[in-house]
């Protein structure tokens, strides 16, 4: 059984190879399933979707063991029932921003379509550079997989 952690509207910016960037709200979800009996059975779920575009559907599922894979690698400091509001956070400070000008957190949402793949990265901008922030794009970018169809 999934319980809702997290709904909300996201100020993105979408970006596909050969097509002009777009500026849209998409709707993220994250839940996190449980599976009663299991001591490790906890799946994190975070779901892109648009309103506006039905085919528009990316979708992260990290299991309890993929994130200890990737937090040793990593060397993360955080745990997976820690994670979620850290990601969370991230996604709420990125909102807030929306109505500065110009933001200083923004969210990339770059769509392989060749691949079906797609990455969420949260981008730090300043005057100099814009970059991903690391642990966000650590952790999301190499599990967020979906297929989608930018229009």
Known sequence: MASQLYQKQLPV?????????????????????????????????????????????????????????????EKFLIDFDAFPRQIMDFLDLCIQEELRHPP?????VHVATQQAESRLDVVETN??????????????????????VCE
């Open 13 to 73: 910016l979408i970006r596909c190879p050969g097509r002009d960037d777009r500026r849209t709200h998409v709707c993220l979800t994250m839940e996190m399933e449980r599976y009663p009996g299991l001591e490790r059975g906890r799946t994190l779920i975070i779901r892109l979707t648009d309103d506006n575009d039905l085919f528009f559907l990316h979708t992260l599922r990290m299991a309890y063991d993929d994130f200890h894979l990737l937090k040793e690698q």
């Open 104 to 108: 200083k957190y923004i969210v990339h």
């Open 127 to 148: 005057e100099f550079q814009v970059s991903p922030l690391t642990l966000i794009d650590r952790l999301i970018d190499c599990l967020f997989h979906g297929s989608g």
